[in-house]
């Protein structure tokens, strides 16, 4: 089984910066995309960052220019710079991983979400 941990949510200026981690943990064989959705208040889940292994990286367009995605195999995690901030990227944050571990098949983890609210 894959463990799926996020920390760095928080209440932010707009404007302002934060910067979210999502480490994964358990008996992983190998690790795949990762990435971050998001889902504000009332509306569906959106995908905002994600990068496969390699350098390729994929952004939705309205954070396009703002945001970063990175990870660091060798610590199973995966980070969002998020600058820039606007009232609109209010929403909670979800890691997503596609990864296999030990005993079982390739899968796609969740994890509980980080919540990010930009207000002023």
């Known amino acids: 089984q894959v463990q799926i941990v996020e920390s760095g949510g928080g209440l932010v200026r707009p404007g302002g910066s934060l910067r979210l981690s999502c480490a994964a943990s358990g008996k992983i064989s190998a690790i795949y995309a990762m990435g971050w959705y998001r889902q504000p208040p009332g509306k569906p889940r959106e995908l905002v960052a994600r990068?496969?292994?390699?350098?390729?990286?994929d952004y939705a367009d309205s954070v396009k220019g703002r945001f970063t995605i990175s990870r660091d195999d060798a610590k199973n995690t995966v980070y969002l710079q998020m600058n820039s901030l606007k009232p609109e990227d209010t929403a909670l944050y979800i890691c997503n991983v596609d990864a296999k571990s030990w005993y079982d098949n390739r899968d796609i983890y969740w994890g509980q979400g980080t919540q990010v609210t930009v207000s002023s």
């Open positions: 990068v496969p292994t390699g350098s390729y990286t």
